[in-house]
């Protein structure tokens, strides 16, 4: 029998459905493999064991009656500590908010629980989704589950890793000029951004209102599909909301990609390294092996999306962080304010002239898309570098197509695309109009169903035999 851990999120639901397989017991295997692996990867800031077990009775009792409600229900989910779930903590891995409990559930966490999903525990990430890995919080960073002394991404690093692991199938991150497909790059998984608005950010702690998305992580294409639709829907709590019209990314899911016609932003890949540049041309490869036909996409120079999002983000992130950095600046990381306060030396002007350019560019990349049905480009320039060296850290954080996508709000995902010669993971970004999530979909499915980068997997032993650099975080359950 394939344990439990290893199964993706369709196979699990199937079983699920007709009881081959017990919530409880997936869910143990779960918890199973967290207690024994975690603390050499720091995924986990919060196991709920108790309320991961409690909920896969529940669910064990609901399908056993008969009461299906789709293909989450009883799968185990993580959830970057930056969602609000009721009576739990809300760190968003800072002391500043050591002390914050949620007093109701995030429309996301609301939307999972509606469709089944077991919620199994809160995930690391930068502090405030910002800055990088530190190491003088009161949680470590997490770690790379391919080569553990390397960077896993970020800001949603432990959702990323708690999946590359296998401790969970699905996970939720955020993604404000990454953060949900910088981490799947690095930890070698599959991490969607929708279309701005079409997940609620009700009770998310915010980095940046105009550029902060919801997004999935997950080990495959297809059971990212399953986890988004879920979280799909209006909600009036949120200004920003959309109701998505045209849900249903599963139906095209297999269509392929032949007479399609896809651009390749060679733009934003240029700056890329040997290795992700010999990648992406055999990426583009399969692509036309499998009938796409592979045009040039032509935009502004990618510095001219990446300096205009940056400062769009440190001047909203600054107006969010303002107060604290005034009376608590020394409870930041350095990272973290560092990263933060940036945004005190903008003046109206430049975030007005950021917002005018902003539009210009929008127009611009709606323009050249409606002349393909897709676009593709690299994710990283770089290969994740070592967790601990700092400048190198600071060098390559940057070095990304990522962030042009939430200026333009829509959707991006990155799926493997293979690895380095010293086995890191390298990927690659599918990129669509607004709305166009079953399409973008559509074309990541075709990719990694012809070059199978998505089935490795990380050795545990590496894991097993690593020194822990855990420190005694809470992990266990809170009232």
């Not at 910088?182 to 009770?203: E, F, L, V």
């Not at 490869?285 to 592979?294: D, I, K, P, Q, T």
């Not at 990694?448 to 690593?466: F, K, S, V």
Request: with cysteine; glycine share 8%; charged share 20%.
């Amino acid at each position: 029998m394939v344990d439990p851990v290893n199964l993706s999120v369709d196979a699990a639901a199937t079983q699920l459905r007709a009881g081959e397989l017990s919530p409880i017991d997936y869910v143990a295997a779960c918890l199973d493999r967290i207690h024994r692996y975690d603390p050499a990867l720091n995924a986990f800031i919060h196991v709920d064991e108790d309320g991961a077990l409690k909920a896969a009775r529940r669910a064990a009792d609901e399908l056993a009656q008969g009461n299906w409600r789709g293909p989450l229900h009883g799968i185990p989910v993580a959830v970057k500590d930056i969602f609000d779930i009721e009576g739990q903590r809300t760190s968003a891995h800072s002391r500043l908010r050591m002390d914050h409990v949620a007093n109701a559930d995030a429309f996301a966490i609301r939307k999972l629980r509606e469709a089944g999903a077991i919620l199994i525990g809160k995930t690391a990430l930068h502090e405030f989704a910002t800055g990088g890995p530190s190491f003088d919080l009161p949680w470590p960073p997490a770690r790379n589950p391919w080569k553990r002394s390397h960077h896993p991404g970020g800001s949603s690093s432990g959702s990323a890793v708690a999946v590359a692991a296998g401790f969970v199938p699905i996970a939720l991150g955020t993604d404000t000029g990454g953060s949900v497909r910088n981490p799947a790059t690095a930890c070698g998984i599959t991490g969607m951004k929708p279309t701005y608005g079409t997940i609620s950010r009700t009770g998310v702690f915010p980095l940046s209102f105009s550029l902060d998305h919801v997004g999935v992580l997950s080990r495959s294409v297809r059971d990212n599909v399953l986890a988004m639709e879920a979280l799909l829907g209006s909600d009036p709590d949120d200004p920003s909301s959309i109701g998505h019209p045209a849900p249903r990314f599963y139906a095209s899911l297999e269509d392929g990609v032949k007479g399609l016609r896809i651009g390749v932003i060679e733009e934003f890949c240029a700056p890329a390294g040997k290795e992700t540049l010999d990648a992406f041309t055999e990426a583009c490869r399969v692509l036309e092996r499998l009938g796409a036909e592979l045009v040039p996409l032509n935009l502004s120079p990618l510095e001219d999306y990446v300096d205009c999002g940056r400062l769009i983000l440190q001047a909203e992130a600054f107006a969010i962080h303002q107060s604290w950095l005034k009376t608590r600046i020394g409870e930041y990381s350095q990272r973290g304010r560092t990263r933060l306060l940036p945004g005190a030396f903008l003046s109206a002007a430049d975030y007005i002239r950021a917002l005018q350019l902003r539009n210009v560019l929008v127009r611009e990349y709606a323009a050249a898309m409606a002349t393909v049905d897709a676009a593709i480009c690299v994710s990283s320039h770089e290969l994740p570098c070592a967790i601990d060296d700092e400048r190198e850290v600071d060098r390559t954080y940057d070095r990304q197509a990522r962030t042009p996508f939430n200026l333009t709000g829509t959707p991006a995902i990155s799926v493997p695309m293979g690895f380095s010669g010293s086995g890191l993971p390298i990927g690659l970004q599918v990129l669509g109009s607004s709305f166009a999530e079953a399409m973008v979909y559509r074309v990541a499915q075709a990719y990694e169903a012809a070059a199978g980068w998505h089935l490795h997997r990380p050795d545990p032993q590496a894991w097993r035999t690593a020194e822990s650099v855990s420190s005694p975080a809470d992990t266990g359950p809170q009232s």
